[in-house]
């Protein structure tokens, strides 16, 4: 939540990030804002709305800097307006902050500062930190690191932070505790920011910072200290992040690009993992540790959103497959429980960024009661993948759009290897079934490849329910995931409420919502529940309900029942999430575009949650 973009050195510093916070945007975008040091001051510009809205506002100004801040929002304090749009400048306006995270005891320090006079003139926690530094320095006559040092041992919550100084123009200090912070290492400049996609075009050289350390770039040299004032030697990393991978190329969304890049994302998940010819299945960030899942009595999965309901496909496969039990968790709430763990259970943690602040926050509640923790995650070299014992990068690529696509098939594809390979270490999969599985696995991109296809019949089916006001999605068994995970997607992106469900459970409740109006998604593909969910399609369509069912290729008998019919390549009843929730995206894609909705950025949402 937030993306922050800071510049110092040679360059211009205005385009450089305004062109940062746009890569940015996907984690959020009330408003926008920079701080530039010119050679009239320090001077702050901010609006509500996007970058461009902020372009736009500050037309021909003059804006020539080599040293600047800028921010994109994703409101939690204050409501989303010019006022709360950070940057925010301290009482004397001789600094400015940029801020993502939030300062849980904001208001006790606030008080205090209002009591000694301090006014503030936004809602925010960002601007009650920025004032509580430069109050402790003005107390103790510090430096302002220090005294960024020292409100840091004082502040309580997340916050990945950068300052910029009105009285020292070759100084930018930035600390990082929770939320995400990269420093980018160029030829006498450094970028800072809240992933690395704003800054690959000048530099592959990347320093991740850690909780409780500050940077401090001071006439162009970079020291980073700890909490503690140790000067510490950052590890430099190279990061390989190509340009192209986080533009449009040629798509009109973000989120279409991401759908039919799944054949090219699941590839790459496999690539060097899985080779049928030989029979291998090779996990590597997992060697160490496969002995010990294979020996685990529980599993448990914590994640959030998309990523847990790839959790649920996983909790299908590895009971199936390795016969370990396997509880999947809200991260949320398994954190503010009492959770029975034991020492040798596994937890997996699933997260796309790898920054979700309740998954982080599940994983140390585990790790310090003895579990195993392993991380499947995206974002290379993000917090989640740096706080685990192993794991497995999924390798989908950086996915922009806000609603998450390729990174859930990543995510699947990763689960469902790690199943496996457990599966083999304790001798319960016969190298038959092995070499098959491997054989099939390897036949995935080009079967998704297969159902994108049918983008266009899938568009036309789109046309005809885009003004529906509600919709249902059922399926069992491994499809019932895909049924959660078609409808999350529908209401993030184009607002129509919609709600997933195991087939049998509709009648249980939701049969009661059918009528002519309601379109109903079966997931029906060819699998041991086959006929249940045809009889629960008859179901629905007894009551005239709309039925859009998603079927195994070659399928004569539900055509004959349901209204509109997509069809999918077949495959192991294992595999079958992998295909069948692309026709959901697409659907969910193109109803949303039809109600001239925002796909990439849906409104309230954030694709990083670094927030409780
Ligand atoms: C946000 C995003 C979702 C994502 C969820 C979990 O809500 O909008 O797309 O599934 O966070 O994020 P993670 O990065 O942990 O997978």
């Known amino acids: 939540m937030c993306g922050i973009v800071a510049y110092i050195g040679h360059r211009e510093a205005y385009p450089l990030i305004i062109k940062g916070l746009k890569r940015l945007e996907y984690r959020g975008y009330d408003s926008a804002g920079v701080a530039l040091l010119t050679d009239t001051g320090l001077n702050v510009y901010k609006k509500k709305g996007k970058v461009s809205d902020l372009e736009q506002s500050l037309g021909e100004e003059q804006l020539s800097s080599h040293i600047g801040i800028g921010h994109t929002r994703w409101a939690t304090h204050g409501e989303p307006n010019d006022r709360n749009a950070h940057p925010h400048y301290s009482h004397t306006q001789k600094l400015a902050i940029i801020h993502n995270g939030i300062i849980e005891n904001y208001g006790a320090i606030k008080l205090n500062l209002q009591n000694k006079g301090y006014a503030f003139h936004s809602d925010t926690d960002s601007e009650v930190f920025v004032n509580f530094i430069e109050d402790i320095q003005k107390e103790t006559y510090c430096s302002l690191e220090e005294a960024v040092r020292l409100a840091m041992q004082e502040v309580v ?147 959030c959103g998309t990523s847990w309901h790839a959790g649920l496909v996983a909790e299908y496969v590895f009971e199936e497959l390795a016969r370990i039990p396997v509880e999947v968790e809200y991260a949320s709430e398994f954190r503010y429980r009492n959770p029975i763990i034991k020492e040798g259970d596994v937890v997996i943690a699933i997260s796309q960024s790898g920054e979700t602040m309740d998954t982080l926050a599940a994983i140390e509640l585990a790790k310090s009661k003895g579990a195993i923790i392993l991380g499947v995650c995206n974002a290379v070299g993000s917090s989640i993948p740096r706080t685990t014992h192993a794991g497995a990068y999924t390798h989908a690529g950086p996915e922009i759009g806000v609603a998450s696509t390729k990174a859930f098939t990543a995510q699947v594809s990763v689960l469902t290897l790690m199943a496996i390979a457990v599966a083999r270490r304790k001798g319960i999969l016969h190298e038959d079934t092995f070499r098959r599985f491997l054989f099939e696995l390897e036949r995935i991109p080009e079967k998704i490849e297969k ?162």
């Open 157 to 303: 919550g997340a916050y990945a932070i950068v300052l910029i100084n009105r009285e020292e123009p070759g100084t930018l200090i930035a600390a990082r505790k929770g939320s995400p912070l990269v420093i980018g290492v160029g030829e006498g400049e450094y970028f800072f920011a809240s992933d690395a996609t704003p800054i690959i075009e000048y530099t592959n050289e990347v320093i991740y910072l850690d909780d409780f350390q500050i940077a401090v770039v001071r006439e162009g040299e970079l020291t980073v200290k700890n909490i503690e004032n140790i000067v510490l030697s950052p590890y430099i990393q190279h990061i390989e992040l190509e340009l192209e991978a986080i533009e449009k190329g040629g798509y009109e969304h973000f989120m279409l690009k991401e759908i039919f890049e799944q054949p090219r994302s699941v590839k790459d998940c496999f690539r060097g993992r899985v080779n049928a010819d030989e029979g291998h299945l090779v996990l590597g960030g997992l060697r160490e540790y496969l002995d010990d899942i294979a020996k685990s009595q529980r599993i448990v999965i914590v994640a």
């Open 451 to 612: 159902v994108l296809k049918n983008a266009e019949k899938i568009k036309e089916i789109s046309a005809l329910f885009s003004e529906a006001r509600n919709f249902i999605y059922l399926g069992r068994g491994l499809n019932f995931p895909v049924a959660l995970e078609g409808a999350l997607k529908l209401k993030e992106i184009s607002y129509i409420h919609a709600e997933g469900y195991p087939a049998a459970e509709m009648k249980h409740g939701p049969i009661a919502l059918i009528d002519e109006d309601m379109p109903v998604v079966f997931i029906a593909t060819r699998d041991q529940s086959y006929e249940k969910i045809v009889s629960n399609i008859q179901e629905v369509k007894a009551r005239k309900g709309k039925v859009i069912a998603v079927v195994t290729e070659g399928d004569k008998l539900i055509p004959t029942m349901a209204d509109h019919v997509i069809e999918i390549p077949i495959t192991h009843e294992v595999l079958t999430p992998l295909l069948s929730v692309i026709p959901l995206q697409l659907l969910s894609y193109h109803i949303a575009v039809m109600r001239g909705c925002n796909v990439d950025q849906p409104r309230n949402l954030a694709k990083s949650v670094t927030v409780e």
